[in-house]
């Protein structure tokens, strides 16, 4: 069974940095695409960022574009979402998942989440 788990959200001010990691257990990451996602109340689930399976290709939500920077360490068997110069409009529940497609389309697995809040 594909599992994984988010870890590092929290609480912060506005410029202030996080840094989200995803962990797989139960089976390789280096297989997948692996994308963070986010949801804000009220608002559609939309896509933060992207990593293909061994990180030729990484995509950005143009809202985070030079804030935000993804990685993976396969060897780990992990995914980290560096996010700096955070802003309000930047809290939602972070999601990450595993995609068999490039660009992160048509998850096949996904975490739990972990709340991302940004304070003015």
Same mark, same amino acid.
């Given at each position: 069974?594909?599992?994984?788990?988010? !870890?590092? @959200? #929290?609480?912060?001010?506005?410029?202030? %940095?996080?840094?989200?990691?995803?962990?797989? *257990?139960?089976?390789?990451?280096?297989?997948?695409?692996?994308?963070?996602?986010?949801?804000?109340?009220?608002?559609?689930?939309?896509?933060?960022?992207?990593?293909? !399976?061994? @990180? #030729?290709?990484?995509?950005?939500?143009? %809202?985070?574009?030079?804030?935000?920077?993804? *990685?993976?360490?396969?060897?780990?068997?992990?995914?980290?979402?560096?996010?700096?110069?955070?802003?309000?409009?930047?809290?939602?529940?972070?999601?990450?998942?595993? !995609?068999?497609?490039?660009?992160?389309?048509?998850?096949? %697995?996904?975490?739990?989440?972990?709340?991302?809040?940004?304070?003015?």
């Amino acid at each position: 069974q594909l599992q994984l788990v988010e !870890s590092g @959200g #929290g609480l912060v001010q506005a410029g202030e %940095s996080l840094r989200l990691s995803c962990a797989a *257990s139960g089976f390789s990451l280096e297989h997948y695409a692996i994308g963070w996602f986010r949801q804000a109340p009220g608002k559609e689930r939309e896509g933060v960022s992207c990593i293909s !399976s061994f @990180g #030729g290709s990484i995509t950005y939500a143009d %809202s985070v574009k030079g804030r935000f920077t993804i *990685s993976r360490d396969n060897a780990k068997n992990t995914v980290t979402l560096q996010m700096n110069s955070l802003k309000p409009e930047d809290t939602a529940i972070y999601y990450c998942a595993a !995609s068999r497609w490039r660009l992160c389309q048509t998850p096949v %697995s996904w975490g739990q989440g972990t709340q991302v809040t940004v304070s003015p």
